[in-house]
């Protein structure tokens, strides 16, 4: 895993809002199990209003693990799904030969530019009109397993770092893929990365 920058080489860090994935809850068939989930999210077009509750049209099945003012968007660097579709099908998930769409791993926004060991946990992105904060990261569950296609993917998740991460609104407004954000310190004392791995060693003990 790369090493976590510098605080002194974050300065002007910035990146793309590539684009914008919305989407209801549906019905999710886990372990043979009939369940909901809103992980599937499909691209939207057009300038989309964020909330203190995330964005306009969009759902989340269970509100104590996903959604709510910590965790109203889920972002993840578009630099993963081509890893991801990689491991898919190293891992036997064979049937899956498509690539992977953005909003597939359920994030709202797939973005350019930034990634896990190089943003902290309270830094802001600026959109100008919106400011999001970040949380905290993607913790992955059985659904995403499912949604995957093989069973290792949620230890895949927690090994990589390629987590994406949670954000809350700070600044209501409209987004637009296409549009530019940089990066407003917070505190730099825990990144999303070393927040996962916390997390992977409390669930591993």
Same mark, same amino acid.
């Given at each position: 895993?790369?090493?976590?920058l ?9 990146g793309? /809002?590539?684009s914008?994935q919305?989407g ?5 068939m886990?372990g043979?199990?009939?369940?909901v ?14 909330g203190v ?10 509100l104590?693990?996903?959604?709510? /003012? ?13 890893w ?16 992977l ?5 359920g ?8 990634l896990e060991?190089g /943003?902290f946990?309270?830094?802001? /992105? ?16 059985g659904?995403?397993?499912?949604v995957m296609?093989?069973v290792q ?5 927690l090994?990589?770092g @390629? ?10 407004g @409209?987004?637009?893929?296409?549009a ?13 990365a ?11 003990r």
């Amino acid at each position: 895993m790369p090493p976590t920058l510098h605080p002194s080489l974050r300065t002007g860090l910035s990146g793309t /809002l590539l684009s914008i994935q919305t989407g209801p809850v549906r019905p999710l068939m886990v372990g043979g199990r009939k369940l909901v989930s809103g992980i599937g999210k499909t691209t939207v077009s057009g300038p989309i209003e964020v909330g203190v509750l995330g964005l306009v049209g969009d759902e989340q099945a269970d509100l104590s693990v996903h959604g709510g /003012l910590s965790k109203a968007v889920y972002a993840l660097p578009s630099e993963h799904l081509t890893w991801w579709q990689a491991q898919r099908q190293v891992r036997g998930a064979t049937m899956f030969e498509e690539a992977l769409a953005p909003g597939y791993l359920g994030e709202n926004l797939s973005l350019q530019g930034v990634l896990e060991q190089g /943003l902290f946990v309270g830094d802001r /992105l600026d959109f100008g009109d919106v400011v999001l904060r970040v949380t905290q990261p993607r913790e992955p569950c059985g659904k995403f397993n499912a949604v995957m296609g093989y069973v290792q993917a949620a230890k895949d998740m927690l090994q990589s770092g @390629r987590c994406g991460f949670y954000l809350a609104v700070e600044q209501t407004g @409209r987004l637009q893929a296409g549009a530019s954000f940089h990066i407003i310190p917070g505190q730099q004392s825990v990144s999303v990365a070393q927040a996962l791995q916390h997390k992977a060693w409390k669930h591993c003990r």
